[in-house]
């Protein structure tokens, strides 16, 4: 690996790299193979074909694919524990990775003598592994265990050791894969927070299944499929085309309908919102409304049922209307809201060929396309197993809740109705951003949205 042809901002330059293993059928083709290079006698498998992009100085690039898609290998490739086939890889200042769990731990060593073997691979002098070790420890927190042979230790320990060690080398670029997935809440916060950090001056390489984590750590996105790049642009966009891609593939594990089960054709439950209203209502509303529209949330946009490359389905049931209603004045289609009020989100959907076990739902996310609440009608009728709605049939769906505070922003409301049930359903039509809301709120203690406040005091107390 070089840095010439690197543009000053460049971290890592990956140029056209495809990686091919020679599967032999039987040992003893592989020494015909290696007698008489004129003839083939193993079959050839591409894992990664013609990948290319570029990673600068304080981006954070997240990876993500269903799995076999090639992305641990591709950050084998990039981190040079493997060797591409074909193509160049660039890259500038010292890579830091976590990749498989224990790989670079010897199983026979202490987690002490673990940190000296890996802090010298990674370039550092054994006084400056002693100088950081006080810091590795604190950081990895796993007591006398140190001491011990790491092959005594679970998988929560071996990442806690690992990150530790990475998060002291002084690194310009981290490569981390799916390892922080077998960490514990507590740590997985700590290398989170470790992270943001990070990537304020340095780069960043994310591969992982969880969408939310990169569309927090990361600002761009690449989406692999079969070895090769399918998608890059925002995370918010390739997490939406990756949702999408598993949607249609789940498609084919769904048992098809003979549509004999008996069953209603609509199922109506109805809740009166006075049970529960004071219960979530935030007791500072009326302070709220008497002073500035600081709380409000504008509806910036409403495109129901537009067309658009990113909504997919509607041939079998389709949605045709989404409105928010105001529950506390009774206004329909309301144009604003104020967080902490009780809302009624209203969706319509039209049966175009007969559905049985409809299920309605929605997700608010924020601009980053992370999740922030969402909820759907199987969880209100868990016996819904009978419910089949004849074609040409409305069904209309209405979910009353507290609109959260959302801190300053551009929010979307994404709706959807499948078929089948919470583990195994088919979408049939699903509409992103149909509702887009701008907040204003200024009342936000921490976190993306603040939940409504039965009572806050403060006292003096002798």
Not at 201 to 210: A, I, M
Not at 313 to 318: L, R, S
Request: proline share 2%; with cysteine.
């Amino acid at each position: 690996m070089t840095q010439e042809g690197m543009r000053e901002n460049e971290v890592i330059i990956v140029d056209n790299i495809s990686k091919r293993y020679e599967i032999y059928k039987r040992k003893r083709d592989y020494l015909k193979q290696v007698l008489n290079s004129n003839k083939r006698y193993c079959q050839e498998k591409y894992v990664l074909s013609n990948i290319s992009f570029s990673l600068e100085r304080g981006d954070a690039l997240g990876i993500i694919g269903k799995n076999g898609s090639g992305k641990s290998t591709l950050l084998q490739l990039i981190c040079g524990t493997l060797h591409q086939t074909k193509g160049i890889i660039k890259t500038r200042g010292k890579v830091a990775a976590l990749l498989e769990l224990g790989s670079g731990f010897s199983p026979e060593f202490s987690g002490i003598e673990n940190i000296y073997l890996n802090g010298l691979l990674h370039g550092l002098k054994k006084k400056e592994i002693e100088e950081r070790m006080d810091r590795i420890l604190g950081f990895a927190d796993i007591g006398e265990s140190i001491y011990d042979q790491v092959k005594t230790y679970s998988s929560g320990m071996i990442v806690r050791l690992a990150f530790s060690i990475i998060a002291n080398i002084d690194a310009d670029i981290l490569v981390i894969d799916e390892a922080l997935a077998v960490g514990d809440a507590y740590f997985t916060q700590k290398c989170m927070r470790f992270i943001r950090r990070f990537r304020e001056d340095n780069s960043l390489l994310f591969v992982s299944h969880d969408a939310s984590a990169i569309l927090n750590l990361c600002n761009k996105a690449i989406l692999l499929d079969s070895g090769t790049i399918k998608a890059v642009g925002s995370p918010k966009k390739i997490i939406e085309i990756y949702t999408k891609d598993l949607q249609k593939n789940d498609d084919a594990e769904i048992q098809v309908f003979d549509n004999k089960l008996p069953g209603k054709e609509v199922c109506d439950v109805t809740e009166t919102v006075d049970q529960y209203r004071r219960k979530w209502q935030d007791f500072r509303l009326r302070t709220y409304s008497s002073i500035i529209r600081s709380e409000t949330l504008e509806i910036i946009k409403n495109t129901g049922n537009d067309s658009n490359p990113e909504n997919y389905g509607g041939e079998e049931a389709k949605i045709e209307e989404v409105t928010l209603d105001d529950v506390d004045s009774g206004v329909k289609n309301i144009q604003s809201i104020s967080g902490g009020n009780l809302v009624k989100l209203v969706i319509i959907a039209k049966t175009l060929l007969e559905v049985e076990r409809p299920i309605v739902g929605f997700l608010i996310k924020d601009s980053k396309g992370q999740e922030i609440i969402g909820d759907n009608t199987r969880n209100k009728l868990p016996k819904a197993n009978n419910i089949l709605v004849k074609a040409n049939r409305i069904i209309k769906s209405e979910f009353v809740f507290t609109m959260p505070l959302l801190k300053q922003g551009d929010y979307s409301i994404t709706v959807s109705v499948a078929t089948g049930d919470q583990e195994n359903h088919r979408i049939l039509h699903w509409i992103n951003d149909a509702i887009i809301l701008r907040s204003e709120c200024t009342s936000i203690a921490a976190g993306i949205a603040g939940i409504p406040m039965q009572s806050i005091t403060i006292q003096e107390q002798e």
